[in-house]
């Protein structure tokens, strides 16, 4: 592509980038691991996919996590509590 | 004497139609002209305005639905923008020949070629040459008294042609200025009601259009129609001078501004307007003799008002600053209008053509202050000149800081906390892989696709679709894949509610009767959320919305949903499904079976996927997979599949839940009384017979 033209904005695909949403969250999910059964569903039903797995339980990216706080609903041990803090 | 409040441009334009009397209103949703369509409808569920209210599937009938209104003999209005403005423009083109005076307002907004949101005039620049009246505001006070005096410009018998009025998208939709409400008798007295004309096309009419011509009568009428618009600006001088005299606004074809005196001239229009008149304002006081025109109505062209200036006042040099390129012609269209004016003019004026505010980009009154600064001090400074100037500004860094690799998902999208679609993409994208296509038309999980850029965070390509051909868009794709011998790719459609059973039903249908192998998703939250919560085809019944709001004549959607199973059902294709992210088992089984079915080719598989959206519905967030899930245990949302014919309920609760439970936690639903649930819930039971009793049959 000659130098004068502007090159067509490519969007990769390989490679994604994100700004993290944890600024958007009123409310922030704390899990009390004594109540966790590691029924995985708070994994699953999280609209933004940012609980996992691990050996200890699930661990949550509060980087991304946005507050809705449907996993402390789902949760049918209600080991997973909204905390306030802004 | 009217009353002083703050107004949005948008909802000025809609105390202007409601002022104005307007009897019917037809329209479809799409940003930034929405607001406009919402008010309206407050002010008919209220029954503040009697006027019949059209909801169509889609901007082609929309604005078909207002001419042919006006072809019929009622005062009509309908409003669009952008892609809208492009999807209705066979309509467009043809409404100047049935005679038919209405008004369509345009909260103008790029067409994308590359998309974007906020305002150039890529839209109805478009339809500059078609015959049409076209008028650009300034405000939002103009916004409400261009509606009252286009309708009496309009429907003069001297004229009868359909006016287009231009408010620049978030510029002037969304900004709020103060606004003088004029009192409904002083507007009476002005508007008079819509006369029926002798070619008004009904039963005891004398005769009627029908545009239709043989080919020697094609040039004349062409001539006559430029004169009849030509004409028109005798009738816009009068009607804009007695609204001066009785509402002490007086707007012309154009505005002059401080053109007393002036060595240079600015020749503009809209919203950009206010910021060149404080950059002049500004160099006035420096001692530079620079001023304005406002091109207001640009169609018919105000050429010699704007000659006449400039002879009258011996400009030295003219700036034309233009929103929209004419591409091929290295300037923009009103610069290219102000060119052929100037040809005339002895010794000719230099020209220097400013492209800006392209998608939207703020045009400030320092931007201004450099263009005037170029006009004194440029090249262009001797007669016969002409130069185009681009007024660019430096984009912000926009790539995200977190990276991703390797991934079908990455969080972080702009969905709102609590969404179902995210929710339901998530796991889609999941389920698809990597060797997918992704063909969106625009919802909200596009719009964030978009919101995105310059990257992604779906981890495959993506294809933006424009709205009515999602299904053609899908067919394309697979052929190119097919004839490359690009064995395994997913084309899968992403569409939503509205995309599918209003505006891109029938692309979808013919992809489904041509048994394209094509995997559509729909996720129906129900309604248009993406343009903010109007009322499309899967609405339930008596919910509100914004098209559908709450009041003393309307109480929320009157109709039931449009049941798009049994509409794939009659095209017979393979694989049909129901899933809801209650049920994430369900959901992910059908998807795969629903793969291996478009994997080999058998045809179109669908997949209609419930999305709860707390902010549509009115719900806390926290509660989207909840009521996803009462949805389904109160029959609201059976789970359910036809695998080549053969129907089978998936999930079976033995009793339904009372829907009181379901529709109890939602706002939308806030208006209901128990006898309004009852109807609904028995209409819900004795469609859970039918469907139990269709458990195991082959139905094709």
């Not at chain 1, 699953?44 to 449907?70: A, L, Q």
């Not at chain 2, 992403?494 to 998703?521: H, K, M, R, V």
């Not at chain 2, 959206?613 to 926290?622: H, V």
Request: proline fraction near 6%; glycine fraction near 8%.
């Amino acid at each position: 592509m000659s130098e004068e033209l502007p090159e067509i904005p490519l969007i990769r695909v390989d490679t994604l980038w994100s700004e993290p949403t944890a600024s958007w969250r009123v409310l922030k999910p704390v899990i009390d691991p004594g109540k966790c059964r590691k029924c995985w569903l708070c994994v699953d039903f999280c609209p933004e996919g940012v609980i996992s797995k691990s050996e200890e339980g699930p661990v949550i990216d509060y980087r991304f996590c946005k507050g809705c706080g449907v996993c402390a609903n789902e949760c049918p041990t209600k080991a997973i509590s909204m905390v306030r803090e802004v | 004497m009217g009353k002083l409040t703050l107004l949005s441009g948008n909802k000025a334009v809609a105390y202007g139609v409601k002022l104005s009397r307007v009897q019917v209103v037809s329209a479809y949703p799409i940003t930034p002209q929405t607001p406009i369509v919402e008010y309206i409808a407050e002010f008919v569920a209220k029954g503040e305005l009697k006027a019949e209210y059209v909801h169509p599937e889609g901007e082609h009938s929309a604005i078909g639905a207002a001419l042919a209104a006006a072809i019929g003999g009622a005062r009509s209005f309908t409003a669009t923008c952008s892609q809208g403005f492009g999807y209705g423009f066979e309509v467009i083109a043809q409404a100047p020949a049935y005679r038919a005076p209405f008004l369509m307002a345009v909260a103008n907004r790029t067409l994308g070629w590359y998309w974007a949101l906020a305002s150039d005039y890529s839209d109805t620049m478009t339809a500059r040459d078609l015959g049409w009246i076209q008028y650009y505001v300034e405000g939002c006070q103009e916004c409400l008294d261009a509606v009252i005096q286009l309708y009496r410009i309009a429907e003069d018998e001297r004229v009868l042609l359909p006016a287009m009025m231009c408010l620049d998208g978030f510029h002037i939709s969304h900004s709020s200025e103060p606004v003088n409400i004029p009192d409904q008798a002083e507007v009476d007295e002005f508007l008079p009601p819509r006369k029926v004309y002798d070619h008004t096309t009904d039963p005891d009419s004398e005769g009627y259009v029908f545009p239709v011509l043989p080919a020697p009568l094609h040039t004349p009428y062409r001539r006559m129609f430029e004169e009849v618009l030509h004409r028109a600006k005798g009738v816009i001088k009068e009607v804009t001078k007695e609204f001066g005299e009785r509402f002490g606004r007086e707007y012309g074809l154009i505005e002059e501004y401080r053109v007393e005196g002036a060595d240079h001239l600015l020749i503009t229009m809209g919203s950009m307007t206010t910021a060149a008149k404080r950059a002049v304002d500004e160099a006035r006081s420096e001692g530079v003799k620079v001023g304005l025109i406002r091109v207001a109505f640009y169609r018919p062209f105000p050429a010699e008002e704007i000659r006449e200036v400039i002879e009258r006042e011996g400009i030295a040099s003219v700036g034309v600053v233009d929103r929209a390129v004419a591409h091929g012609t290295r300037m923009g269209p009103l610069g290219l209008d102000v060119l052929s004016v100037l040809y005339n003019i002895n010794g000719r004026v230099p020209v220097t053509n400013f492209i800006a505010g392209m998608g939207g980009d703020d045009v400030s009154v320092s931007d201004f202050r450099g263009m005037i600064g170029k006009l004194i001090k440029g090249s262009c400074a001797s007669g016969g000149c002409v130069r185009t100037v681009y007024v660019e500004h430096k984009p912000p860094q926009m790539r995200g800081s977190v990276e991703f690799k390797d991934t079908v998902y990455a969080p972080g999208c702009q969905l709102c906390a609590g969404c179902g679609a995210t929710l339901v993409t998530r796991h889609v994208l999941r389920v698809i892989g990597k060797r997918s296509v992704i063909v969106f038309p625009p919802n909200c999980v596009s719009a964030a696709v978009a919101m995105h850029f310059p990257s992604n965070w779906i981890g495959v390509p993506c294809v933006l679709a424009n709205y009515a051909a999602t299904g053609a868009y899908a067919r394309g794709l697979l052929r190119a894949y097919r004839v490359r011998g690009k064995r395994g790719v997913k084309v899968v459609a992403f569409a939503g509610d509205g995309c599918t059973a209003d505006i891109g039903l029938q692309s979808l249908s013919s992809a489904a009767e041509c048994g394209e192998p094509i995997l559509w998703i729909t996720y129906d939250n129900e309604a248009y959320m993406n343009t903010g919560i109007q009322r499309s085809g899967t609405t339930p019944a008596k919910a509100w919305t914004t098209t559908t709001p709450v009041g003393t004549v309307w109480r929320g959607k009157r109709e039931f949903p449009k049941d798009l199973i049994s509409i794939m059902i009659a095209h017979r294709v393979p694989y049909i499904a129901t899933a809801s992210p209650a049920f994430l088992r369900d959901m992910e089984a059908k998807l795969r079976r629903a793969i291996g079915i478009v994997e080999r080719g058998e045809g179109l598989a669908y997949i209609h996927i419930h999305s709860p959206c707390p902010t549509g519905w009115r719900f806390p967030e926290s509660k989207t997979v909840e009521v996803a899930r009462l949805a389904v245990l109160t029959g609201a949302w059976p789970l359910l599949e036809v695998d080549h014919g053969v129907f089978r309920l998936t999930v079976k609760p033995s009793k339904l839940k009372p829907l009181k439970e379901y529709v109890g936690m939602q706002g939308r639903f806030a208006h209901l009384s128990d006898d309004d649930i009852k109807e609904v819930e028995a209409a819900l039971e004795s469609n859970w017979r039918r469907l139990l009793e269709l458990h195991g049959k082959k139905l094709f």
